[in-house]
């Protein structure tokens, strides 16, 4: 199955970019349990004191879907939504390959 | 030292994308035996077949730069070159940790 990829840009309102990096930090640590999230990143923007990027790589489009349900992403939700000014997805990709992720049929 | 994160989207002329993914999976092979870079990874846009991005962590700013004077980057350069389109880059990022990366001075 081909592997799901995906980035949202967090906006945040009032400074609180790092009260949302901590929210997100914490619910990373659920996804190093699941074996269907392969990355979860976060990420600051040097230029934009307002905004982070998470970078995420699912197993497949379902088991993202599926983590969007489970308490830790509920949770995320509920806290983080106060101190939102915006979410912007961009993609979905699809990872073919590199380093740092698992190898692909691309790969020899 | 902190991370550096960067984000660049290539626009392929002429379908070429599939040559290009190959061009830039051929040069992860080189960045696999850099301790300084973390992540390079090659992604396809689901909505945009000209399109691939790619996501890299440098151990530095330094790192990275210099990684461009590397005959693999000056290689994948000339290859590429008559193929794209466009090279846009978001970022820098700082990566502040997750899943799949290194843990950070904020991580708990």
Chains 1, 2 share one sequence.
Not at 5 to 13: A, E, H, M, Q, R
Not at 43 to 60: A, K
Not at 69 to 81: G, H
């Amino acid at each position: 199955m081909r592997r799901f990829g995906l980035c949202n840009t967090f906006t945040v309102v009032d400074g609180k970019r790092d009260t949302l990096a901590e929210l997100l930090l914490e619910a990373s640590k659920e996804m190093k349990k699941l074996e269907e999230c392969e990355l979860y990143i976060i990420n600051s923007d040097d230029n934009n004191p307002d905004v982070l990027y998470v970078y995420e790589v699912w197993s497949s489009e379902e088991a993202h879907q599926a983590s969007l349900s489970m308490d830790v992403s509920q949770t995320l939700i509920k806290k983080a939504r106060p101190i939102l000014a915006g979410v912007e997805k961009t993609g979905p990709f699809t990872p073919l390959g590199g380093k740092g992720i698992s190898a692909s049929s691309l790969e020899s």
